[in-house]
């Protein structure tokens, strides 16, 4: 096990940045995540760390362990690469082994190596592959024997490159938990990189959110969800993404698409201010169909809002309503069973302390969150 910290860590690729000034501290034996879209830095933070990059600045160390000038094969990282890596000439079983038979990473035994390559497999449902080839494996299996290669020897940190990527939705789900078990039983310091949100609330002791090489947002799956730093963040962590409304402090209210939302002024936020209202669809319930408001905080205060049904998706057990609410039209989700129709007029409600309020900003800008709706 080892702590690993990135200090100010900078890396270009000529006149493009791949991170900049990165500062990020992994506990010992923590499932670290770090979420963002392509192009934000993910894959960059990995190869710093490994080594496979020259920095531009700053410093990486691993438990204590200054990594300046360390060459990648004595840092004691296992690497997945999303792209597989795998040896093509080498069987599942050769592959698998390649790192236990390494002088540079230490020796096993071939005992060990077998008891070690049943186990990884075993879990990771490969044990039927050992006797083929890459060229043999469809590309979710061959994703599967790249991240078993990096599981089935000790290191000190594992870096793991959107190592589910190419998995169906189903066998994803699958290994999602299958992951956060090895992380618990291993206690080995992982950093994880992934561009889907809900991986990283599944996966992720704690999650870092990048944007253009940027560290823009670090907290529990929880302190992100709940307290999204701005509007980048809170759009990267839902999906359909939350809403988003313009809105202005008036007559000791603020008021959002015009007039149809309303609700108390919290501190923080005075007369005149402009603000963007944050409402995620799944946080909006049916008022009208459920007068208690379903699963809400018990005695939580609400905002009320009215709007008519202008399409309705159904999505399996759910439907996705677009709702026309005042000048303006809101995503919502919602059970199926007796959901409304095309141009029907439904009052939804959601507990003050589910509203969002964001610094008012440009068509496109992202803005820092100010606070709930929880009023003073």
Do not use: C
């Not at 029907?344 to 440009?362: E, N, Q, R, S, Y």
Request: aromatic fraction near 4%.
């Amino acid at each position: 096990m080892a702590t690993l910290e990135l200090e100010g860590v900078t890396t270009r690729y000529g006149k493009v940045v791949g991170v900049e000034d990165l500062e990020l501290t992994v506990g010992d034996g923590e499932f670290f995540v770090v979420l963002g879209p392509s192009g934000a830095g993910k894959t960059t933070t990995l190869k710093s760390v490994a080594g496979l990059v020259d920095m531009d600045a700053g410093r990486v160390s691993i438990g204590g362990r200054d990594m300046g000038g360390v060459e990648p094969y004595h840092r004691n990282v296992a690497m997945a690469f999303e792209s597989y890596a795998l040896y093509p000439q080498k069987t599942v079983f050769e592959n698998l082994a390649s790192p236990l038979r390494s002088g540079r990473t230490g020796t096993y035994d071939k005992a060990e190596q077998s008891k070690r390559i049943e186990l990884v497999t075993t879990t990771l449902g490969i044990n039927h592959l050992l006797k083929r080839f890459p060229r043999e494996l469809s590309n979710g299996q061959r994703q599967r024997v790249a991240l078993g290669r990096v599981l089935v020897r000790p290191a000190d940190v594992y870096l793991l490159d959107e190592p589910l990527s190419h998995l169906d939705a189903k066998l994803r789900a699958a290994m999602r938990a299958e992951l956060k078990q090895l992380g618990e039983d291993s206690s080995t310091t992982s950093l994880y990189v992934t561009h889907d949100y809900q991986e990283a609330l599944d996966l992720g002791e704690r999650i870092a959110v990048l944007r253009h090489g940027r560290l823009v947002q670090v907290g529990t799956p929880e302190q992100i969800w709940r307290e999204p730093a701005d509007t980048f963040v809170a759009k990267a962590l839902g999906q359909p993404e939350i809403n988003l409304l313009d809105g202005e402090v008036t007559g000791g209210r603020i008021v959002a698409a015009g007039g149809a939302v309303s609700l108390p002024v919290p501190s923080g936020v005075d007369v005149g201010d402009r603000v963007r209202v944050g409402l995620r669809p799944r946080d909006l319930d049916r008022a009208d169909a459920d007068p208690d408001g379903g699963a809400h905080r018990a005695g939580a205060e609400r905002l009320h809002l009215r709007g008519r049904v202008h399409l309705a998706e159904r999505l399996g057990r759910l439907v996705e309503l677009s709702i026309e609410v005042g000048d303006t039209e809101i995503i919502m989700v919602a059970g199926s069973d007796h959901a409304p129709g095309e141009g029907d007029v439904i009052d939804m409600a959601i507990d003050l302390a589910d509203v969002h309020l964001f610094a008012p900003g440009a068509p496109g800008e992202e803005t820092a969150r100010l606070g709930s709706g929880r009023p003073r």
